[in-house]
């Protein structure tokens, strides 16, 4: 095997949540006897006792669904460690005497006989909090539940009482599901751009209104992928079993509102490797929460070994109206090393503006901007990168020990604007005291190579009197289309009144040609 197409494995595999407790990469476990099959997590298909035993977790699920028998409970007062002493089955003679916690297994009670008896290395631990669901499901106050299907929700990939398990249980369903949960859609939006560079948790798109559907298979399927300093998405079959498919898994777009929208179209990005027979992809319009036609969309080839250059197609949606979705079905007879992988990325519906460029981030505890000090005033410094409250923020002053007079500039790295227009800039600011900020502090910009700043007006300063942030409102680089630029902040003092300035969170936003 290749070594690109491991490392391509095991980010994929980090964003799918298909790696174990102990950090092992390895495929997911093979399906278990007597009803082990393997589960993901969610509530139509959730894990196995089994699953859970060998501490299986998934990162895309903060609390999996986990299914099982309940086969008994852990006698606390003897021991804490999982054992023959201290596995019990609480009989008629011999009831349950703890009620904080339970064992499940995969294994059917009907094939447990005297002469084939249940053993506590099938079973998997369940940690019981207090409340609603200890009070339903505890042995001690309902020996009838043993042997009766649960699913519950809750974490995996810890060990209790010395073995993995279900710990800290928040719900409950009888039978092999979990409960349903209530619609999660978000609002429909005006327009929709996702490149996937926030995160490389799942779960954070998830959070927007993304949709990750398991058709057939049981693997999420979908997973982000990183190369870079750039994200994607990826279907793949690659970390399941060879023969256990098909896999059908579906990737679906939150809801977009065309009516609202700058231009009826969708556009996306895609690239494909390691071609396999029966693996595609395919697009499809959703509209009412079905799949209302299939998109004629430019699938890449995938070549036998590594990846296809991306292809970009545009689709003309004109003809449609109010709200729809966007879908990515990925489909593969087979898994392991016998499937295609297929990458997606810039995702665009209704007219989106790209992000372009994002800098001054106030989670980043560093930034890569430069200073041009003219005058500091006999000062050390007038720009700083400066934590407060556990944010950070670009921090000009020329006050220290009272007002000096100074000039200095805050310069980002070099933009690329080639092939871009529709071009704007935002940011987010503070300042309290605003002496003269207003007049001499300025937002620049100039062409790469170039030594005369452009100063261009800000439309929404902050509310003097606090240091509440404010965005700046939009600023247009439209001068600037096809061009390489840095972009700054002029701060300037006199040494009678000096200002203090804090900045955030820029943006440059825009479309390609």
């Keep these: 095997m290749k070594i690109s197409k491991i490392i391509y494995t095991m980010a994929l595999l980090a964003g799918m949540g298909l790696v174990s407790c102990n950090d092992e990469l390895a495929e997911p476990p093979i399906p278990q006897p007597d009803g082990g099959t393997i589960g993901l997590g969610t509530w139509e298909v959730p894990m196995t006792a089994a699953q859970a035993l060998t501490g299986f977790v998934n990162d895309s699920i903060a609390e999996p669904w986990v299914t099982g028998y309940i086969a008994g409970y852990i006698n606390t007062n003897v021991s804490n460690v999982l054992s023959d002493a201290t596995f019990g089955v609480p009989t008629a003679d011999e009831p349950c005497t703890v009620a904080t916690n339970m064992l499940i297994t995969s294994r059917n009670p009907e094939t447990i006989t005297d002469e084939n008896p249940l053993t506590w290395e099938e079973c998997a631990s369940v940690q019981l909090p207090s409340g609603p ?18 699913t519950l929700r809750g974490t995996t990939g810890s060990k209790y009482c010395g073995v993995y398990g279900v710990r800290s249980v928040s719900d409950y369903e009888w039978g ?27 779960n954070t798109y998830k959070a927007e209104g993304w949709k990750v559907l398991t058709v057939s298979g049981n693997i999420l399927g979908w997973g982000i992928a990183q190369n870079g300093n750039n994200n994607y998405i990826v279907a793949s079959a690659y970390n399941a079993t060879a023969n256990g498919g098909p896999y059908e898994d579906w990737l679906v777009s939150p809801a977009v509102d065309l009516d609202q929208s700058i231009e009826k179209t969708v556009s996306f990005s895609l690239r494909a490797g390691y071609k396999a027979d029966d693996s595609t992809l395919e697009v499809w319009l959703m509209q009412d929460g079905e799949a209302a036609r299939k998109l004629d969309a430019d699938i890449p080839e995938a070549p036998a070994e590594g990846y296809s250059d991306w292809v970009t197609t545009k689709i003309d949606l004109s003809e449609l109206s109010g709200d729809i979705k966007v879908a990515w079905r990925y489909y593969s007879a087979r898994g392991a090393s016998n499937c295609t992988a297929y990458c997606l990325d810039n995702v ?18 560093s930034i890569n901007w430069t200073y041009d000090n003219i005058n500091l ?29 100074a000039l200095a500039y805050a310069i980002s790295p ?21 002496r003269n900020i207003r007049q001499l502090c300025k937002f620049v910009v100039r062409e790469s190579g170039t030594t005369e700043w452009t100063e261009l007006d800000i439309p929404t300063w902050p509310t003097a009197g606090n240091w509440n942030f404010v965005k700046s409102g939009e600023i247009d680089l439209s001068a600037f289309e096809d ?7 002029k701060y300037a003092s006199t040494a009678s009144a000096a200002d203090s300035w804090e900045i955030r969170n820029l943006k440059i936003t825009g479309k390609s040609k």
């Design 414 to 434: 070099e933009i690329d604007l080639t092939g871009k227009t529709n071009l704007t800039l935002e940011f987010e600011h503070a300042a309290n005291y605003q």
């Design 176 to 202: 092999d599901k979990g409960k349903e949960p209530v619609n999660t859609d978000v609002p429909a939006v005006r327009y929709l751009w996702q490149g996937f560079d926030t995160s490389t948790d799942l």
């Design 483 to 489: 061009k390489k630029i840095e972009v700054g902040f």
């Design 348 to 365: 665009n519906i209704g007219g989106a503006p790209e992000v372009i460029y994002t800098g001054l981030d106030g989670a980043a505890s």
């Design 133 to 150: 669901v200890r009070n339903a499901l505890n042995l001690k106050d309902h020996p009838d539940n043993l042997y009766k299907l649960v």
């Design 377 to 405: 005033g006999g000062l050390t410094s007038v720009w700083s990168w400066t934590e407060r409250n556990g944010g950070h923020y670009l921090y000009g002053t020329a006050f220290v020990n009272g007002a000096h007079e």
